[in-house]
């Protein structure tokens, strides 16, 4: 049996990110170049980050609903909601069509902190069942579902750094196998103190608040979410879409040993599975902290003809949807091939090649 | 790309029941359950004492899912040491609670105002479990993690049945782990929807879910692989369906809308029809929203066929295992399929009218079984299901 590999391109964007919500403020906070960091508000945790503190979902989540999701559902509602407006494609009636693949290392945690923190002190009694069960980080997919009335497969990813990486190459494997027509790509976190509390703890934070790369001080963190509708070209022409970029390739290479030299031969690995191609920009996905930045360095260096990278982490913090941010950069970019890298501390290493679609406004 | 048929080429299991797959697997056809007092965690206010629980400790600085899967994975490897190309092996796993148990200390530690073991915790994701599988198979290729709660580890077999189908994979290692913690013994309760007493699927009485935890492994490879190299063959995977109900936060759709379109999209991507299934590993958890609305959910896939299909639900055995759920009913279908066995529903005493199927009541059914739909359900109305049929030889 064979099977035709048509095509697949990018049609919706939708973005949640601590510049603003919204395409045109990502636009403006990756030309100005101005990180997102300040101190946190107290709800959030500890220390400086990158929080959406003007995200507004008013007039988008009903406010009854507002009260029972995840920062991570929110964020996701909000730029699915921008996405599907973005592509002039209205979900519902097509819905058994249209897939959900969710990338995410903090979903349900922000949750659980707030399920266990009363558990723990006043035992059965603090227990809330309206908010356990946004303790499972595939909660936003199921009030993505019931929102934009989707019932096509569903698959909510947790691979660290990539999982917005892993959730778009099931997307795409999804419309290959025609078990849907559309899918809908998140990637999404969600700030809490806990994981604040952690990061300070492991010592995995940039205590001069304020990441760059390769100085091994350490990333902050962000949150935000990211919404990209993936369908197959020949369908997004034929209803006239357009498109923000065609996805050429998407490969993701893992290493046994967790060490900084196999991480840096998977990435190497991951990009040559993409094929030859002369990238007019690069995305990467280091973000102050050795583990990634020495892992991108490496392949860099042995690609001097390459343009210079745009690192959105130290503009937006890591997590703020595990990889999403990278993917979103890339499709701001002027018309023209765009390699992302998307190293990760252990897992597989991602990377992809976009031909970004749409000239630079 | 060429499609592969993809086989079932080895079973870890490491239950409540047993530490392995064949002492599981006897012990289930004699009608016995993995349940019992609950001593794991010590939550002396909840009202249900009762859990299926594994009898292993892990290793320092391991989890007990990380320390379960491994095991599994030796036995479903049993003795073979997979060679080739590193990166056309690949990791599929659904994972539940993980490394929960680890961040519930670190929190009680720090609401005590003490330091707690930040770097630990902060190692101890979801894909841990997974890296540490993939470092013992020694693969260089994909790797996902999936968390749809309950759903999680059926859809990661389906995952892994599309990179062999399609030739992208040599071997895959596809499952799940999953252990006890107080986040899902909590929540489960103050849903109330654990069952104080044992479980009861299928039943007029059904009161709700025991929690299990455990851990399954499947390998899967080409046939043409696994003849190759004289692999003991188990089933085969024709494919897998998935859906959304669109319908509640965590009820299912009362009538089975969401899950009767899993199963009708696994039978259409497996080529087979409604005649050709003799079993349903179920979802059965034996809350009452989930059994009524599975059956039907069956009728409708199946129609008039449903009559003639025997149904089971492993979690009278286990518990629900809630990550490590999907890759159980797989196991017992796998299982199944090679002994043409049904293992029983235990405590299915009083039927309930609504789940009128043959939901193969207290003792194992010896029938015939060519091919099997297994359930899987989660909150946010994730539904899967996967499609294996018997292994005959050709």
Redesign the interface.
Known sequence: ???P?PELVITGLGLVLPCGDGVAAARASLASGQPCFADLPAALGQGRGAACTAFNPAGIIPPMQLR?LDRPSRFAWVAAHQAFLDAGLDPKPA??RIA?AVGT?T???EA??A???P???R??EG???MV??N?????A???L??AF????????????ENAAF?AL??AA?WLR?G?AEVALVIGTDGLFP?LQ????????LDRHGDPEIGSGRGFLTGEGAQAFLLEPRARAEARGARPWALLRGLA???????SEAARAE?LA?AVLALGAFSPAFRIGGGNGLTRLDAVEARLAAAHPEWPDVIHPKVLWGELAGSGGPLLAAALLQPAGPVLVTAPAS???QFAAHLEALRPDP | ???SRVVITGLGIVSSLALDREGTWSAMLEGKDGLGPLTRLDLP??PAQIAGQVPMAPARHQTLCECMALAALEEALDGFRPGGD??RIGLFQG?GTSG?PV??A???E??AGR??R??E??YQ????V??AL??RV????????????CSSSL?ALG?AW?RIV?GELDLAVAGGAESLC??TY???????AVDAQKCRPFSRDRAGLNLGEGAVQVLLEPLDRARARGATIYAEVLGY??????????APHPEGE?AA?ALA?ALR?GGLDAADIDLVSAHGTATPANDGAECLAIRRALGPAADRVSVTSTKSQFGHTLGAAGAFGAAAAILALRAQVVSPTLRLEDPDPLCDLDCTPLQAKERQIRAALVNAF?????NTSLLLKRWGGA
């Open positions: 049996m064979t099977r590999q029972r819905g058994e959900v290392m979903g349900g945690s659980s902190e399920f266990m923190r558990y723990l002190q035992g059965p227990a809330s069942p356990f069960p303790c499972v980080a595939n909660a997919s199921g009030h579902a019931l009335g989707l019932k096509g497969p569903s698959a909510t990813f947790v691979d660290r892993v190459e099931q494997r196998a078990l806990v509390d952690l990061c300070l703890g492991a010592r995995l993701a290479r893992s290493s046994v040993a967790p998977s690995a252990s897992g597989v | 790309m060429t499609a206010a909840e590193p990166a994972a929960l961040a519930e670190y929190l009680e720090r609401l330091r707690g930040a770097a915790t902060s994701s979801p894909c841990t997974t890296d993939a470092q020694g693969s260089t290729g994909p790797r996902s993690t999936v968390m749809n709660a859809l995952q599309e399609t107080r986040t909590a929540g489960f309760s103050c849903l109330k369906g998935a859906s959304m109900d669109a319908h509640h936060p965590t969401g379109r999209m991507v989660a909150f946010g109305g994730n």
